[in-house]
């Protein structure tokens, strides 16, 4: 993974991508998760303020705990707002 990209593995197996993909000109974050249980990748999710809402995503860092349970943290270009997720 580059910079805008992230993989993170849990124990049980799942594992989370993550990463930043233009979308109407601005930066938006977006994730893919594949349960350990049937090791199919789920649908793209995008997880930040829609291109719509002229937010750009800057910097993001993603983990994931002992359940499989990902978190995102992520803040805006102006590094004004720092926003979570957790799926």
């Given at each position: ?9 849990a124990p049980d197996g799942t594992v989370t991508a993550a990463w930043v993909k233009s979308m109407g000109g ?62």
């Amino acid at each position: 993974p580059g910079m805008n990209e992230r993989v993170v593995a849990a124990p049980d197996g799942t594992v989370t991508a993550a990463w930043v993909k233009s979308m109407g000109g601005h930066d938006v974050l977006v994730a893919r998760q594949r349960p350990a249980a049937d090791k199919t990748w789920g649908a793209e999710q995008v997880l930040s303020p829609l291109p719509e809402e002229n937010y750009d995503v800057f910097a993001f860092f993603l983990v994931t705990d002992d359940t499989g349970t990902s978190s995102v943290f992520w803040t805006d270009s102006g590094l004004s707002t720092i926003m979570t997720r957790s799926q």
